[in-house]
């Protein structure tokens, strides 16, 4: 893990981190919205098709930040 300080961090790195966390938040949103409306889990299931690629790809940018040593 890496502990600089964030304020030594390069401008292009800190935007870089908080556009991808902006990107990440935007594909959530119709998630948390399909709760927020009244979903519920077993409801999800039959909406699996929408949302799946929403939370795949979610997962596959935390997983490459992961593997990748990123924060």
Do not use: E
Not at 8 to 24: Q, V
């Amino acid at each position: 893990m890496d502990h600089q300080n964030h304020r030594k961090k390069p401008i292009t790195d800190r935007l870089m981190h908080y556009g991808m966390m902006a990107c990440c938040a935007v594909m959530l949103l119709p998630v948390a919205g399909f709760f927020l409306a009244g979903g519920t889990l077993a409801g999800m299931w039959g909406n699996a098709a929408a949302f799946a690629p929403l939370l795949l790809c979610v997962g596959a940018h935390l997983a490459m930040h992961k593997f990748m040593g990123k924060s």
